[in-house]
């Protein structure tokens, strides 16, 4: 198992890409530390870990509280040692409005959660990472972060500073060996039951929706000693969104050779 032995803390890992995140990390061998601020999911998704034959331990958190993620990262500490895997994930997503309607309220609740949430998990895992042998920091970003949504100005604003601070975080921690990278997910069915196919998405080069398990192997692989050599990259898992030179030049796609 690529992750045996070690402790992967996973932020807003009770549901959609996190949930799948949590779920291939025990699969793996990881013990999981599922932080989410609705209960739940949390401990469902834990149950779900449990009942698969994994360890995992739900701990109630709001990652835009400073006071939230450092009880969450000492419990976690307290439960089992360390700490070895950050995936920065929690988010507040869905239309923002339009720019010129968007509420300074809203706009720093969607901040405060998305960017200065994952400052303050990489932060304080990081700094009990630094005194151990090292780490792997995963912020979870989004296609959104490079071309942003229509009335999403606040949610693109946060993806795009995930992306720097990615970098910045990567520089900083490199000496530590903490490795830091970034994946960027794009039309992902990210609530849709564990066996539902994809639906069709022009967007994507591969005409299709992804489905969150296909964030979670690659968060696996960031995760574990297969990229070792790996730090202060994007990984975009959109099946060629944006790339789509069909859709952006507005070409007829080519029928599929039978």
């Not at 970034?182 to 998405?201: F, K, L, N, V, Y």
Request: net charge neutral; aromatic share 4%.
């Amino acid at each position: 198992m690529r992750l045996e032995n070690k402790v992967a803390i996973v932020t807003g890992g009770g549901r959609g890409i996190g949930r799948a995140i949590s779920k291939h990390f025990a699969a793996e061998g990881a013990r999981v530390v599922v932080a989410q601020r609705d209960q739940a999911s949390g401990e469902a998704t834990c149950q779900e870990i449990r009942e698969a034959g994994g360890e995992a331990l739900f701990v109630q958190t709001d990652v835009g509280r400073r006071e939230d993620v450092e009880q969450m990262v000492a419990e976690t500490v307290r439960q089992f040692g360390t700490v070895d895997i950050l995936v920065n994930n929690a988010a507040v997503l869905g239309e923002n409005g339009h720019f010129l309607d968007v509420s300074p309220d809203a706009w720093a609740r969607v901040i405060q959660v998305g960017l200065t949430g994952a400052f303050n998990c990489g932060q304080v895992a990081a700094r009990v990472m630094a005194k151990g042998r090292g780490g792997a920091i995963i912020n979870i970003s989004s296609t959104s972060g490079m071309i942003p949504q229509p009335r999403c100005c606040a949610y693109g604003a946060t993806k795009g500073g995930m992306e720097v601070l990615t970098k910045s975080m990567a520089v900083d921690l490199a000496p530590y060996n903490i490795r830091v990278n970034t994946i960027a997910p794009g039309p992902i069915q990210s609530h849709a039951p564990d066996d539902a196919p994809p639906r069709e998405a022009r967007m994507t080069l591969l005409g299709r929706a992804g489905l969150a398990r296909e964030v979670a192997t690659v968060a696996v692989f960031l995760a574990s000693e297969e990229s070792s050599f790996v730090t202060g990259e994007r990984i975009a898992v959109d099946g060629g969104a944006l790339i789509n030179a069909y859709q952006i030049y507005a070409q007829e796609r080519p029928r599929r050779p039978e």
